[in-house]
């Protein structure tokens, strides 16, 4: 008879950190289930959660070092050696061509995973390249860029209390699709009905009626990318009516007075000509969220990739701040983790200490613009990168214009990737490291309880011991930092090389808000690692609190209003209102993207259980634009850019602007020579979104990645195939 047991644990697979309840028999996985038990999920789970087990099973997963040899045939190869040859090669790069003739990509699992977060640092550190970069730049520096130069340091981002608000305006967010990004909480369905159980209203700003909008009380169509002037709308209203309140904030405040009347060209039939929004919704719903006691504005993806997705998170920022709705119940807050990974005590500068080679784009803590990384490999010169590291990302299906990485990453003198898939990065590599998967390794989310919705500490233990001699994650950063070392001339910080990742997350545990070493008072009863493993369903310190001033890190110990670089961009936007809008043709349309619930970026494709049914890599079109090109449902398109062009099936639906298409990222699987299932079902590979995403498109204040409003030219297959 088998004998079963059950394991606790957290999804890490996405930001909303839900808790799991795993059977199993010591060697396999019988069920997953969500924890009722877990005082933050409460027994939350979506279809990913529910098959993290199916990525440990994954026959395609790789679980030893892997070199290409001289006939591009993959052999296997030992640890130490290929730890040796891969600090040799870097370092010869190194050596020859300076330290920044190598660059380092760490893919969104990074923040997943508490030993690479741990060690990845100390890895960094030791390369001393200045070429750093992650997906940050494509999907949310806008909200670490507020965190830094509204309130001091890029982790200070404040969100949305959702528990407790009862008036939730949301732009370009998909919460039932995402589980809550820049804004973890389990049960986005429960947390909205929860609102409007109490009387509260939901209402929702996006270019396509999302999973979200058949829940909220109001979805309203708004052009891609105009976001920013309803926003500007809303402040024109406040500062207009003098409906300003700054509540406890008042003596926090820098910049007030910079900010008066900035937004005054934007009446409420301006922005409707410029978004699409009738005026009477933008003059209504400004009234109704400045007289509500308990509301709060939020965006996400579709307001962060966008042109102005900085000018638009600042804006928002801004309302909530002059509304009395930051910084207290029910409005924007800040949450007080149990580990703080800032441990930064003043402001410094995080910003334009360095640019980027080709470009000159400025940096922001620590990275550029992923946009500019193909363009720093192809480009000779000095300073070209010539050696690269990923872990875990895919950034030649993830970047603007990935195809250019198609080109890039073969003419690298040397690469090698820590991932345990062969995916359309990891072929070209010259090494690949594995690591263990999901559920063998120890795991507390150090970042995204910076991004909870209340305070939290879980830690899950791992359920399965890896392949014997695998390497942890954390093993393969310290051991490749060593290597690195030797050229720097530097050495591991001190816990660093003593201590493993439980021993740090104790440590920081100790000393953190809620730790015995924090306070004489927490001695007897404040927190420790055993203190959380002991709890088993993780413990729960309650919903955010009011923490300003003592959360800012800014130089003056003030709410920065009217920082430069966001008043400069705004005159350039004020520039946009003397333009003629252009006329548009029956075949151009605005792009805009799309995410699934049961997909995160690309590798869960691979997990059959998550891409079954109709194919879901498709061009959303508007009926009536559908019909005015005389195309059929599921019939093959080519949507074209400048910068390429893909073929689609696509999706008749009402459910989206006219003049907007949508298609999903993380699909563009088949290419030869990866080793993942999927990539032979034609129904599941589809093609990826960034083969005609354009590079130079960029956030002009932040710098990120402005996937949402490219245009694009629409035609049928057979109208191309018949052109010379």
């Known amino acids: 008879m088998t004998v079963t047991k059950k394991h606790y644990r957290v999804c890490n697979l996405c930001e909303a950190m839900c808790g799991l309840e795993i059977e199993h028999d010591g060697k396999q996985v019988i069920s997953v289930k969500g924890d009722p038990e877990d005082p933050f999920s409460k027994g939350s789970l979506c279809p990913k959660g529910a098959l993290i087990h199916k990525v440990h099973e994954d026959p395609d997963r790789l679980k030893v070092p892997l070199l290409k040899n001289d006939d591009g045939e993959w052999e296997e190869i030992s640890w130490n050696e290929s730890f040796d040859i891969i600090g040799g090669k870097i370092n010869e790069i190194r050596a020859k061509h300076g330290n920044d003739a190598v660059a380092l990509y760490l893919g969104n699992p990074t923040v997943h995973n508490l030993g690479m977060m741990l060690f990845s640092g100390e890895m960094r550190r030791s390369l001393k390249t200045k070429n750093f970069f992650s997906p940050t730049t494509m999907d949310q520096l806008p909200h670490h860029f507020i965190g830094y130069h509204v309130f001091g340091h890029a982790l200070n981002m404040p969100i949305p209390d959702v528990d407790r608000t009862d008036y939730f305006i949301m732009f370009g967010a998909n919460p039932i699709a995402s589980n809550g990004s820049i804004m973890s909480g389990c049960g986005p369905v429960e947390k909205i009905k929860s609102i409007q159980g109490r009387g509260g209203k939901v209402i929702l700003f996006d270019p396509r009626a999302t999973e979200t909008s058949r829940v909220v009380d109001e979805h309203h169509f708004i052009l891609p990318g105009t976001d920013v002037f309803f926003l500007l709308g809303m402040l024109q209203l406040i500062q207009k009516n003098d409906w300003i309140q700054l509540g406890h904030l008042k003596s926090h405040v820098s910049g007030l007075e910079k900010i008066k009347n900035i937004a005054e060209e934007f009446t409420p039939d301006r922005v409707e000509a ?8 933008l003059l209504r719903l400004t009234k109704e969220y400045v007289l509500q006691d308990r509301a709060v504005l939020y965006g996400r993806m579709g307001m962060s990739t966008q042109e102005h997705g900085g000018l638009c998170h600042w804006i928002a920022s801004v309302l909530n701040i002059l509304t009395n709705h930051f910084d207290r119940e029910g409005g924007a807050m800040f949450p007080k983790p149990a580990v703080d990974v800032k441990r930064q005590k003043g402001w410094r500068l995080s910003h334009g200490r360095w640019h980027s080679r080709v470009r000159k784009l400025p940096e922001f803590d620590g990275e550029l613009p992923v946009s500019v990384m193909a363009e720093e490999m192809l480009t000779e010169g000095k300073g070209q990168i010539r050696g690269l590291i990923t872990f875990a990302g895919n950034p030649a299906l993830s970047t603007p214009n990935a195809k250019r990485l198609e080109e890039a990453l073969p003419k690298l003198d040397f690469m090698v990737s820590i991932d345990i898939f062969m995916n359309e990065t990891t072929k070209h590599a010259d090494i690949i490291l594995p690591p263990p998967s999901h559920l063998e390794i120890d795991h507390y989310d150090l970042i995204f309880n910076h991004f909870a919705v209340s305070n939290n500490a879980k830690f899950s233990p791992q359920l399965f011991q890896p392949k014997e001699g695998q390497k942890y994650d954390w093993q393969i950063a310290k051991e490749l930092t060593k290597r690195f070392s030797k050229l720097s001339k530097s050495k591991l910080s001190f816990p660093f090389r003593y201590l493993n990742p439980r021993q740090l997350l104790n440590l920081a545990l100790l000393t953190g808000p809620y730790g015995k070493w924090s306070s004489p008072s927490r001695w007897f009863n404040g927190l420790s690692l055993n203190k959380v493993i002991a709890s088993k369903h993780g413990i729960n310190f309650g919903g955010m609190k009011p923490r300003v001033p003592e959360v800012l890190n800014t130089k003056d110990g003030k709410i920065q209003l009217a920082a430069d670089v966001f008043l400069k961009g705004l005159e350039e936007v004020k520039l946009l209102l003397t333009e003629l809008p252009e006329q548009r043709t029956i075949n151009e349309f605005q792009l805009i993207g799309r995410r699934h619930l049961r997909s995160n970026n690309s590798w869960m494709h691979n997990v059959k259980g998550l891409v079954r049914g109709k194919n879901r890599c498709t061009a959303m079109m508007n009926t009536i634009d559908a019909t005015t090109l005389g195309l059929e449902d599921a019939e093959i398109i080519v949507v074209q850019s400048s910068t390429g062009g893909i073929e689609i099936p696509v999706e008749i639906t009402d459910n989206i602007m006219s003049g ?40 002009k204040v932040t710098g990120n990645a402005a996937f949402s409003g490219q245009k694009v030219a629409v035609r049928k297959l057979s109208e191309v195939e018949k052109t010379p």
């Open 660 to 699: 907007v298409i949508s298609i999903p990222h993380g699909f563009g699987h088949g290419k030869k020579g990866t080793r993942l299932s999927v990539a032979s079902d034609p129904n599941h590979a589809g093609v990826s979104v960034n083969d005609i995403t354009d590079q130079n498109r960029l956030d």
């Open 274 to 281: 410029l978004t699409g929004v009738p005026a009477p919704v």
